[in-house]
């Protein structure tokens, strides 16, 4: 272990020996950050992915250069079906320590497989697409999509979740049970796959509870077979005496009957035949009526779509004609009032510029037009990056950091060389707790105004925000 402020190694004293930093807690948190990769180390080893990715990213909340729990969090993604949050895992790992990094191998085997990638990435689409149908209450299509989702990529756990719940509204359970026990091969932690299981498993219980009474019906009873009957007993026969005579009787009625029905079958068989032929006949009258209709409107859909497509482009030009519009309109009337001359509202003018899209301008304006708008901002730069710093600062005092970032803001920009504003934006954006802004401002202000007392505490603000270890 390293220290964090020269980077000697550490001994086993609460202090570094190279600087005399206090590296107590420091040490505390880097053994906690390690405790938590062990741990989820473990419950990756057994299959409980979701336990796994709970402790890994604590660990990364106490360590982010812990590239062993990135390292481990990332293939925990890749498992479970995700190779994109795996990937971004990967990468910062891999900014973090460039050199003996083995997360550049697995990016490299990731993306030697480019069709693979393709496939699960497009299986994520998909996914999403099945949720959509899902809100718009289409759920066979949503069962439709998600299968072939699952065949893509089996190990991606929310579209198995999400199948099995459409199968559990259709009281398939058995096919819900297959799914859920897919994904708790994959984790066996999933708090939703275990809640699901319970209810399946539940109604599945009920289920043959209710075909074992059936069968305990059935058992109490002795089925054989007399000729062309079925003859049914009691499976615990009592003495009926004289009722065999009776029973003997009825069943010689009973057999001639069946004869009787047998010798009229072939007459009801031809009947229920032509029955059948006449409504297979007007089935398949209606199925082609339904297919021209089908094919009437998917024609109808291509032509909305080709018309939705082309009122799109008009629009996208209408848009892009009220943008050019607007930014002339706003940089002529910033013209026309520095055309006032001595009265002019500088102010104002700051106004209209800063309405003008700084996008138009890099894309789409004229030399001319940039050439104008770069006059006009120098022409006032300095006066109104004067006015906001002194609002900005007087924002900053009263602990307005929002405001004090806003105004501040606006006099480095109209005034690039003005070390009081750059400097009072950087403590503005520390005090508001955003400290890798405040850090670019205060590297800023070290190149732009070295050898000043403003550059000196600028290096100790930035020795504090690293310390902290953001």
């Known amino acids: 272990m390293k220290c964090y402020n020269c980077g000697c190694r550490l001994s086993e004293k609460d202090f570094c020996t190279g600087c005399g930093v206090d590296v107590a807690h420091y040490k505390k948190v880097m053994f906690l950050s390690n405790q938590y990769y062990n741990e989820g180390l473990e419950k990756a080893q057994v299959r409980d992915l979701s336990g796994a990715i709970a402790s890994l990213r604590q660990s990364l909340k106490l360590n982010k250069n812990n590239t062993n729990a990135r390292n481990l969090l990332g293939l925990v993604y890749f498992e479970m079906g995700e190779p994109v949050a795996a990937l971004t895992e990967w990468v910062i790992s891999k900014s973090y320590q460039s050199e003996k990094n083995i ?13 693979g990638l393709d496939d699960m990435n497009t299986s994520v689409k998909k996914y999403n697409q099945a949720l959509s149908y899902c809100q718009q209450d289409s759920l066979d299509m949503a069962t439709i999509q998600l299968r072939k989702v ?13 199948l099995a719940l459409l199968y559990i509204n259709e009281e398939e359970w058995t096919k819900a049970k297959k799914e859920l026990d897919a994904c708790k091969k994959i984790d066996n932690g999933n708090v939703m796959t275990n809640r699901y299981l319970k209810e399946v498993d539940s ?44 029973f003997n009787i009825l069943i010689g009625l009973v057999i001639g009957l069946a004869i009787g029905w047998f010798l009229l079958a072939p007459i009801r068989v031809n009947k229920e035949q032509a029955g059948m032929d006449d409504e297979l006949t007007s089935l398949r009258e209606q199925l082609s009526v339904k297919t021209t209709a089908v094919d009437e409107l998917t024609q109808e859909m291509s032509t909305l779509n080709t018309e939705k497509e082309n009122l799109e482009s008009k629009l996208e030009e209408y848009e892009g004609s009220t943008g050019l ?39 789409v304006a004229s030399e001319e037009y940039v050439a104008l708008y770069e006059s006009l901002k120098q022409s006032i730069g300095s006066s109104v990056a004067t006015s906001f710093y002194d609002s900005g600062y007087e924002a900053y005092r009263n602990q307005d950091y929002e405001t004090a970032i806003e105004k501040l803001g606006k006099a480095v920009d109209y005034d690039p060389n003005n070390a009081e504003a750059l400097y009072a934006l950087a403590n503005a954006y520390r005090e508001n707790e955003d400290y890798v802004q405040a850090r670019k401002l205060y590297v800023q202000v070290i190149e732009l105004f070295p050898d ?19």
């Not at 997360?103 to 497989?113: C, H």
């Not at 699952?150 to 999400?162: G, S």
């Not at 940089?331 to 009032?337: P, R, V």
Request: proline share 4%; charged share 25%.
């Open 103 to 115: 997360a550049e191998d697995y990016i490299a085997k990731v993306q030697s497989n480019p069709s």
């Open 150 to 162: 699952v065949q893509t990529n089996p190990k991606l756990i929310p579209a198995r979740q999400l």
């Open 203 to 246: 109604m599945l219980g009920f289920e043959e509870s209710k075909n074992a009474g059936k069968r305990k019906v059935q058992e109490t009873a002795i089925w054989s077979k007399s000729g062309n009957d079925i003859v049914i007993q009691p499976n615990n026969p009592r003495d009926l005496g004289n009722w065999n005579v009776f």
């Open 325 to 363: 519009l607007e930014a002339h309109s706003n940089l002529m009337l910033a013209q026309l009032e520095y055309n006032k001359g001595a009265s002019a509202d500088k102010l104002k003018i700051a106004e209209y510029l800063d309405n003008v899209d700084l996008d138009f301008i890099e894309d």
């Open 452 to 470: 000043t007392e403003k550059a000196i505490k600028a290096q100790g603000y930035i020795a504090e925000i690293d310390a902290m270890g953001l």
